[in-house]
């Protein structure tokens, strides 16, 4: 029998990894039957418990069994909030435990963790529904003030600048080589490890210039626009007491080495908590790790 030839992209055969798939079992939607990650993205979906990976190592730290679980995620996929939101209700996670041998220790159906509003037709004169009394047992707490700033600045980007979503996918194999060949020779130079992020980030850096409104800002009237002709790039970094996006000023000047000197100077003072107001302010663009959602 002749053996099927199996193309894939990169960005396929990382997520089939991921996700335990046979890509032999993937039917690719690309030119002479390539693969792609939508293919196996769907492939056999419904069948299977997807969990962001952050998610899943909460629940396995919580002894937390989620089949079943349907998730808030796109597809219903489960994350972080869900399972924190067992961890929280005693009653919710008693029904999710493993014991000692791995056995759920008690089964149940699948658990929606979307929450439904109480309809008005709901309560009776002279009675509480269930919510209403859960409701007394929830607890309040003062917002810390980076939270408070936090929230303000996601509020302010959110209705201060149109938002829009605008989906890639990038063959990286390229990338990922050529940062195995800068690893030691910038290591020697700067006792500094250049990441995937260093390298996506300089690519922001010197893209940015040749596409004028993407770095621009506009003024709060929405009468203006700003050009920027110089790049300062934010990277969020998260804390546990929030987000915090330190602005690497005139990257757009810098060689990669300087800019991963710089970078790893402004992340270690972000996690030491010694990042100056005006180190966190200015950028024209911002960028995420997207890694932890399972992102490619």
Known sequence: MEKRKMRATPAARALAKRLGV?????IGTGYKGRIHKDDVAGFN????????PLAQRIADIHNIDLK???????RNKIMKDDVLQFIEDPEIKSRFMLDDFGYQMVTSGPVATKTTPVKQADVVKGET????AQQEESETIKMTQMRKIISKRMSESFFGAPTFIQTWE????ELLALRKRLIDPIMEKTGKKVTVTDLISMAVIKTLPKHKYI????NKEATEITFHNYVNLGIAVGLDEGLLVPV???ADKMSLTEFVVAMKDLTERTFSKKLLPDEQ???????SNLGMYGVD
């Open 22 to 26: 046979d890509l032999l079992s993937v």
């Open 45 to 52: 979906y419904e069948d299977k418990t997807h969990v962001s």
């Open 68 to 74: 079943g679980v349907i998730g808030t995620g796109f």
């Open 129 to 132: 529904v269930e919510g209403s």
């Open 170 to 173: 990038i063959d990286m194999t």
């Open 215 to 218: 770095n621009s800002s506009m």
């Open 248 to 250: 690497v000023k005139g």
């Open 281 to 287: 302010a200015g950028s024209t663009f911002t960028i």
